[in-house]
């Protein structure tokens, strides 16, 4: 159950779009299309963005989109606004479990 | 109004016990998979444990052991029992709805945080 990796933080200008990889192993990632991520602002719950690799929850924007390739998920922020600066954790299935990743600190110049 | 409550943290010495509850409104929490996830001051998000509909459960090798996650179906709330705490149990507790099947958290109560220290 070793947690998945990714970056520890990332940064964009408004308006730009940027992409949070997430990797795993065939045990997990590279298994199920059971990829999700979560957003977490400062002393927040976390909130579901993106469930099953890329379906968006009623709710969240557009500008969120998610994708996976072999052991490695991704997640994309595009016209990125003010709002989105948070921590964001990609989470997958692993057979009667959940393995999240370390998390990546989003930071909006 | 869809919620979830986390209740039951505080401080507890090394080698103690604490039960966490988490009372559910909105839905019924026998009829759907229900999950544990912790965090550590500072740090990501740890699965902790699941509780199938049909009553199986699930646990991260860390707590193996030592946790037991269970639920009362009349009072529709989940527990959490930890027995034999560590210093590095010591984290905010979250219950979360788990979509069967699917396999993501939808739901998310606000917290409940535990210290473990002497």
């Known amino acids: 159950q070793s947690a998945l990796t990714q970056p520890a933080s990332v940064s964009g200008s408004p308006g730009q779009s940027i992409t949070i990889s997430c990797t795993g192993t065939?045990?997990?990632?590279?298994?199920?299309?059971?990829v999700s991520w979560y957003q977490q602002h400062p002393g927040k719950a976390p909130k579901l963005m993106i469930y099953?690799?890329?379906k968006r929850p009623s709710g969240v924007s557009n500008r969120f989109s998610g994708s996976k390739s072999g052991n490695t998920a991704s997640l994309t922020i595009s016209g990125l606004q003010a709002e989105d600066e948070a921590d964001y954790y990609c989470?997958?299935?692993?057979?009667?479990?959940?393995?999240f990743g370390g998390g990546t600190k989003l930071t909006v110049l | 109004e869809v919620q979830l409550v986390e209740s039951g943290g505080g401080l507890v010495q090394p080698g103690g016990s604490l039960r966490l509850s988490c009372a559910a409104s909105?839905?019924?929490?026998?009829?759907?998979?229900m999950s544990w996830v912790r965090q550590a001051p500072g740090k990501g998000l740890e699965w902790v444990s699941v509780?199938?509909?049909?009553?199986?459960?699930y646990y991260a090798d860390s707590v193996k052991g030592r946790f037991t996650i269970s639920r009362h179906n009349s009072k529709n709330t989940l527990y959490l029992q930890m027995n034999s705490l560590r210093a590095e149990d010591t984290a905010v507790y979250y219950c979360?709805?788990?979509?069967?099947?699917?396999?993501?958290?939808?739901?998310w109560g606000r917290g409940t945080l535990v210290t473990v220290s002497s």
């Open positions: 909105g839905f019924t929490v026998s009829s759907n998979y």
């Open positions: 979360a709805r788990v979509i069967a099947n699917d396999w993501y958290f939808d739901l």
């Open positions: 989470c997958s299935y692993a057979g009667s479990s959940s393995v």
């Open positions: 509780i199938y509909s049909g009553g199986s459960t």
């Open positions: 065939s045990s997990d990632v590279g298994s199920y299309n059971l």
């Open positions: 099953e690799v890329s």
